[in-house]
């Protein structure tokens, strides 16, 4: 009896089971999807907005207007919007009554870097990143001799650079000679930073915060025109 019972009891739970999907099935083939909403990620950045993810849309026939809720396809829309250069990841939800939401992660650019054929970010994977027509990211620039065989020097380089606040707003250009040789251009102060190879960044970074800290009240701002810190354990200053 109780084997019945129980028989019963499950048979009813799979008959509402399927009475429910087939009504979510056929209400879904009647409903029409909307554009309900692009939302995006915090962040500083700017190189995508709004047009930009509708005119993608328009650009990969993506239609909003005649297509059912069950012929809709998330995963297609998902991979059209990250082809684009400056989007990291996308999201798209879908709601039972066809509302679609499209949620937006950018790349972030850390470094743009300006060589005489070309102009591109590097983003913060070290990954080469194009420039926008409408946006420019307030990040260090580098320029000069520069190639793609440099760019694992300036990214970490840069990295370092990104988490000290000093750091990030006193250095605000790195260029490159012909001859190999890495030169910093500081906001404060007049002078040149002979840098050197890409190597012992940290060491070389304290021991010019030090001669900041010690020899610039005292000798001023403005009374060398280089500083050198080539050297192990040597800063070599050059007076105007």
């Not at 849309?57 to 909003?64: H, P, R, T, V, W």
């Not at 260090?140 to 020097?153: I, M, R």
């Not at 001859?179 to 050197?196: A, S, T, Y």
Request: net charge negative; hydrophobic share 40%.
């Amino acid at each position: 009896m109780r084997i019945g019972i129980t028989i019963l009891k499950w048979s009813l739970l799979l008959i509402l089971f399927i009475f429910v999907l087939s009504f979510t099935k056929g209400k879904h083939q009647k409903q029409l999807v909307s554009l309900q909403e692009i939302n995006f990620e915090l962040s500083e950045e700017r190189f995508v907005k709004h047009q930009t993810i509708v005119d993608l849309m328009l650009e990969n026939d993506i239609n909003f207007e005649s297509t059912y809720l069950n012929g809709f396809q998330l995963e297609e829309l998902e991979q059209c919007l990250e082809g684009h250069s400056s989007i990291k990841n996308v999201e798209v939800f879908a709601s039972q009554k066809g509302n679609i939401s499209i949620n937006i992660t950018q790349r972030k650019a850390i470094v743009r870097i300006i060589t005489k054929e070309d102009s591109y970010y590097l983003d913060e994977n070290g990954i080469v990143m194009p420039v926008s027509d409408y946006y420019t990211a307030r990040v260090l620039a580098v320029s000069g001799n520069v190639s793609e065989q440099n760019h694992k020097d300036i990214f970490e380089f840069v990295s370092i650079i990104n988490k000290s606040n000093f750091w990030k707003a006193q250095i605000t250009q790195l260029y490159l000679t012909d001859n190999d040789e890495w030169i910093l251009i500081p906001r404060v102060g007049e002078h040149k930073i002979h840098f050197g190879l890409l190597d012992r960044i940290e060491e070389k970074l304290e021991n010019l915060y030090q001669f900041y800290q010690q020899a610039m009240p005292l000798k001023g701002w403005q009374t060398y025109s280089d500083i050198s810190l080539k050297y192990n354990n040597q800063i070599i200053c050059t007076k105007k």
